[in-house]
């Protein structure tokens, strides 16, 4: 017996490379159920509510969402089995009788960004560009990417309140204000590696970069995603980006709404799908000479900053002239060799200072320092406060 032919709607805009994919991947699930009839809206502008009620009076058996529109709760309200492929309206809607979302794997994305950046080579920092506002994909993309960084290197986000916000559908209606990007960018350390949450914001980091005449890849590294061929190759370099499963997605989506139109729905509201990769392109190639320098010495002083070395026994260490390790440190860190060394050296003193009760006096030799008296002056200058205050704040908070 012929079974009843079902009638799919599919509103999925193809205005950018994720809506184009997933529209791939449901009309491949599609071409294997000779009984679907597939309907496919793929401009936000016609998914409006005239539309939605002609196609909710001739009958809709399933529906695969990534476009809102109010009347989309006249679909939910009919309990037609619906798939939401879109973060933004998984929020909004929540957890409804016949409705799941199937969604990207953003925490596999942030670890992908940031295992990009550990193979490269050493950055002095790690920088997220976040979609506001608080928007959940970006939120657990920042803290995956956080999370599998180089514990070694400082972690900075750009402030939100920088941005002009996005709508509800995802429009892209990020806008970044270059003046004050170019000054943040300017600020970090470097090499800086940094991950913009989307390719609209990758491109307006890479303007920024050029504004701030910061070199791209060898003082900014940038990864964006999404993988947006347009924005990617249009910029200069090209801009790294990572691929989500887009195509998986789409059939994914239609799997799951044939399985929920024969009564059989996942046990999960999200279904998340895997399978990103890195696109890698100009804006993330491999490190140059000068960057490669910096971080075998800053790989040098780390181990032995508390034996006493100097500057001497670094520039001994990699071979080169003190002129040149100088020059590539403050134009990539913006301190001298000398100013890195201290610096370990006063980390060391802080941890000691907090987690240990050794005299005062015998925590400057133990970290590298020969004069008792210097290490009191310079503590100073750079916190503040004495060490012995430092300790009983630290201690009283800890408390």
Known sequence: MKSKQKKVLAAIPTNGPDGRLRVAGVMRYASTRTNWDLRIVSSRTAFNDAEVAALLEEGIDGCILAAYTPSVEDILAQHIPTVLTLENMHERIGKRENCVSVLMDNHEI????????????????????????????????????????????MQYEYPESDFEMVNMTGESGIQLRMDDLAAFLKRLPRPAAVFAANDILSSQVARACHKAQLKMPSEVSLVGCDNDDILCKSSQPALTSILPAFEAAGFAAARTLDRMMRGRRPAEDVVRIPGAEVVARASTENIPPAVAVVNAAMEYIERHALDGISTSNVISHLRVSRSLLDLRFRQLRHESVMDAILTTRLAAVRHMLETTDRKIQNIGAACGFRSADYLKRLFKSQFGMSMRKWRQARRSTRA
């Open 110 to 153: 942030g670890r992908l960004a940031a295992g990009h950046f550990k193979s490269l080579g050493r950055f002095a920092a790690y920088v997220f560009i976040p979609a506001p506002p608080k928007i959940p994909w970006s939120l657990e993309r920042k803290a995956a990417f956080f999370a599998a960084a180089d514990g070694r290197a």
